[in-house]
C-alpha cells in the first residue's frame, strides 16, 4: 500500500511537471518534507465580490497522523484581512498557501469556536494524488436498507413487490465532531427558493455531512461579469458545486487551490467523500462574508457551469473545466393547493445514488411547505413517475392523510423508491426523470377498517367468494369495499386463515412470516417489485395456508412440492441460500384505489370442505 501511495504522489507531480513543459503555470511545489515550523507564507482566496485577496500565513508545525493514518496536516496560524474577527471561515477551503513562491498545500481544517484563525493545511502532494484515482465502475449494491423483494401469489407466475420495513433500519449519518478536535473546514450549504421550515428540517441531517446550510438566492447585476470565462477560475477562485438548478437552487462552495490546464484542484478535504463524481460546477461571486461566533462564513451567487468535478476523494476534489456535462435528473412538481393556487416546479438535481434521494426528498418538503399546512387536517393526494432511460417507469399513486406534519410524507414517499432504483448497482438503470402531481385538500381523509365479513365460511377448492370490508370515516360514517377471492383448485389443507388490511399492516405481517429477503436478480425484476408496493388507499386480501414456503434470491415460493423442501433440506450448501417460513400465501387481492388513507387488519378463518364439484 505504502508503495502504491507513493506511486500515485509520484505521478501527480510529473502531471506538475508536465504541465509547465506545456506552457501551462503551475508553481513549484515546495513537498512536505521541507515544511518546518517558523516558515512564513501568504495565502489567496476571496472575501468579497470577485478580487483574489491574499492573507499571511506563519508556519506552526507539522502534526503527523493527525487526521487518520498515514494523514498529516500543517497547523498555520492565518491574518490578514478580516481574519482577525471573523477566524478561519466556512468556504475557504482550498484556499492555496505559497511559501517562497512554492504551493504548499490548501487551507481545508479549522478548530470549531477556536478564537484566532488556527488551520489545518492539506499538503499538495496528498492533493495531486486524487487526480489519479480510478473513475466509476458499475458496482452491485445490495436493497436499500428497509426493504426487500417478495413474491405473491395470485394466479400469475412472476409478480414481485417491494416489501416496506416501517424505518426500523434507518441509514446514520455520521456523528458531528467535538468542539475541542480539529476538523474539516464546514462548506458552506446555499439554499435558493427553500422555505426556512425545510431548511430547519434537514440542516442536522447536512451539517452531519460537513456542511454549513446559508440561506441565499441569485443576484442580478451584483458582479461586472457575472458569467466568468475559463481563465477566470484561478487559484484562490470561490466555485459552487450545483447540487440543485433552476427554480430550486442548492450549491456546496469552496476555493480552487490548483488549476494545471482544464484539470482544476479544490476544497483540500473530501465534501461527501463520493468517491468517483459527477457534479458540475461553477465561479461563485461573494457577496458578503458573515463573521460568526461559531462559524463564519460566505455568502455568494453562482454563475454558469464550467466543469465537472470527477473524484471527491479524503484530501481534495478534482475536477475538469469543460468537457463533457455532468448528467443531471430533470424533476417536475405540480402542486394543486387547497387555496386553489396552482404551482409548479422545474429544476434539475445531481444524479448521486445517497444525495439525490434526499434533495428530492428536500425540495419537495419545501415546496409543499410554503403552501400546506403543517397542522391541522390535510390529506395529499400523489401520482408520481420515476422514467427510466430504458422506457420503463416506477409509477406511484397514494394518499397521504393526517393532523401534523402531512406535507413532510410525500418528499419521503417519493424518495423511497428512487434511492432503492439508484442504489440498485445495475449498470442498465438509469434514472431519466421524476414527475409528482400533487393535490391537497384541507380535511382529514383516514379511515379505519372496522369490520371484515365473506359470503362464505366454509370453502371448496376452486370456490369464488366475496369479502366485505367495513371502513369508519373520520367523521364517523361507514363505506363498504367489495373484494372478490378465489380458492385456488390445488389446495389441499382444512383451514385457510383470509388476512384483510391495509397496506401498510400487510407489509408488516409479510416481513414477519417471511423474514429475511433478498437482492432483486436485475433492473426489471426491480422495476417490477416497485411498481407493485402496496398503497395506503386499498384494502388487501391475503389468503394462506399452514404449508411450508421459502425465500431464493429475492423470491418467495409458496406451498413449493415436498421433493425440492427435501432437496434444500438435505443440502447444506443450497439450504444457506434460502429463508423458510411456516406459512404460504396462496392468494394475493385488493381493492379499486379508494379517496382515503386506510388503516388495520382483521382474519377471517375459512373451513374448507372436500372438492369442488
Avoid at 478580516?82 to 482550498?94: E, K, N, R, W, Y
Avoid at 498545500?105 to 502532494?125: N, Y
Avoid at 406534519?405 to 434514472?431: C, E, H, I, N, R
Avoid at 400533487?438 to 367468494?465: F, M, N
Amino acid at each position: 500500500m505504502v508503495m502504491i501511495r507513493r506511486l500515485l504522489l509520484g505521478l501527480g507531480l510529473i502531471v506538475v511537471l508536465a504541465s509547465c513543459l506545456l506552457g501551462q503555470a503551475s508553481p513549484p511545489i515546495l513537498p512536505l518534507s521541507g515544511v518546518h515550523a517558523g516558515l512564513q507564507g501568504v495565502g489567496r482566496t476571496i472575501f468579497e465580490g470577485d478580487k483574489i485577496e491574499e492573507f499571511q500565513v506563519e508556519i506552526l508545525g507539522v502534526l503527523n497522523n493527525a487526521i487518520a493514518p498515514k494523514q498529516d496536516l500543517i497547523l498555520a496560524r492565518l491574518t490578514g484581512g478580516p481574519l482577525a474577527t471573523t477566524g478561519v471561515i466556512a468556504g475557504m477551503s482550498g484556499s492555496p498557501v505559497y511559501v517562497d513562491g512554492k504551493l504548499v498545500g490548501a487551507v481545508s481544517h479549522a478548530f470549531p469556536l477556536s478564537k484566532d484563525a488556527i488551520a489545518g493545511i492539506t499538503p499538495i502532494e496528498e492533493m495531486l494524488a486524487v487526480g489519479n484515482s480510478p473513475a466509476s465502475t458499475a458496482a452491485r449494491t445490495e436493497l436499500a436498507p428497509g426493504y426487500r423483494i417478495a413474491r405473491v401469489s395470485d394466479g400469475s407466475p412472476d409478480l414481485d413487490r417491494v416489501i416496506l420495513d416501517d424505518g426500523q433500519n434507518p441509514t446514520k449519518l455520521p456523528e458531528t465532531p467535538q468542539e475541542t478536535a480539529i476538523s474539516n473546514l464546514l462548506l458552506p450549504l446555499r439554499f435558493g427558493g427553500f422555505s426556512k421550515t425545510a431548511i430547519d428540517t434537514f440542516a442536522p441531517q447536512f451539517r452531519r455531512l460537513g456542511l454549513e446550510p446559508v440561506a441565499g438566492g441569485m443576484i442580478s447585476g451584483s458582479a461586472a461579469n457575472p458569467h466568468p470565462s475559463p481563465t477566470d477560475l484561478e487559484p484562490g477562485s470561490m466555485i459552487s458545486l450545483l447540487l440543485l438548478n433552476g427554480d430550486l437552487e442548492l450549491n456546496i462552495d469552496c476555493t480552487v487551490t490548483l488549476r494545471q490546464g482544464n484539470n482544476l484542484y479544490a476544497c483540500g478535504h473530501q465534501v461527501l467523500a463520493a468517491g468517483p463524481a459527477a457534479f458540475p460546477f461553477a465561479p461563485a461571486h461573494v457577496i458578503v462574508t458573515i463573521p460568526s461566533i461559531a462559524s463564519s462564513f460566505k455568502i455568494d451567487a453562482p454563475g454558469a457551469v464550467m466543469g465537472t468535478i470527477q473524484q471527491d476523494r479524503f484530501d481534495a476534489i478534482y475536477g475538469r473545466v469543460g468537457g463533457k456535462a455532468a448528467p443531471m435528473i430533470p424533476v417536475h412538481v405540480h402542486l394543486d393547493s387547497a387555496d386553489k393556487k396552482i404551482s409548479d416546479y422545474h429544476f434539475d438535481m445531481v444524479e448521486e445514488p445517497f444525495l439525490s434521494p434526499l434533495l428530492l426528498n428536500l425540495a419537495v418538503t419545501s415546496a409543499l411547505s410554503v403552501t400546506e399546512r403543517s397542522i391541522g387536517n390535510s390529506t395529499l393526494n400523489l401520482n408520481a413517475q420515476i422514467k427510466l432511460s430504458d422506457g420503463q417507469s416506477v409509477n406511484l399513486e397514494d394518499v397521504l392523510s393526517g393532523e401534523v406534519g402531512t406535507d413532510a410524507m410525500v418528499g419521503a414517499t417519493v424518495a423511497a423508491p428512487l434511492s432503492m432504483l439508484m442504489s440498485s448497482g445495475f449498470p442498465d438503470l438509469k434514472v431519466q426523470d421524476v414527475s409528482l402531481g400533487i393535490q391537497s385538500l384541507d380535511e382529514k381523509r383516514s379511515a379505519t377498517l372496522d369490520q371484515v365479513w365473506s359470503t362464505k365460511s366454509e370453502v371448496r377448492p376452486g370456490d369464488h367468494l366475496e369479502v366485505t370490508a367495513l371502513i369508519r370515516l373520520p367523521d364517523g360514517d361507514t363505506q363498504t369495499e367489495k373484494i372478490p377471492v378465489e380458492v385456488p383448485e390445488s389446495v389441499t389443507d382444512k383451514m385457510l386463515s383470509l388476512v384483510v388490511g391495509s397496506g401498510s399492516s400487510i407489509n408488516a405481517m409479510e416481513l414477519r412470516f417471511s423474514g429475511l429477503g433478498g437482492t432483486p436478480r436485475d433492473a426489471q425484476h426491480l422495476v417490477r417489485a416497485l411498481n407493485r408496493m402496496r398503497r395506503n388507499n386499498r384494502i388487501y386480501a391475503l389468503l394462506m395456508a399452514p404449508q411450508r414456503s421459502f425465500v431464493m434470491a429475492g423470491d418467495e415460493y409458496p406451498s413449493p412440492p415436498p421433493s425440492l423442501l427435501q432437496t434444500f433440506m438435505a443440502d447444506p450448501a443450497a439450504a444457506s441460500s434460502v429463508v423458510f417460513s411456516g406459512t404460504s400465501v396462496v392468494g394475493d387481492f385488493e381493492t379499486q384505489p379508494t379517496p382515503y388513507a386506510i388503516h388495520g387488519q382483521k382474519t377471517l378463518m375459512l373451513k374448507v370442505t372436500g372438492s369442488m364439484n
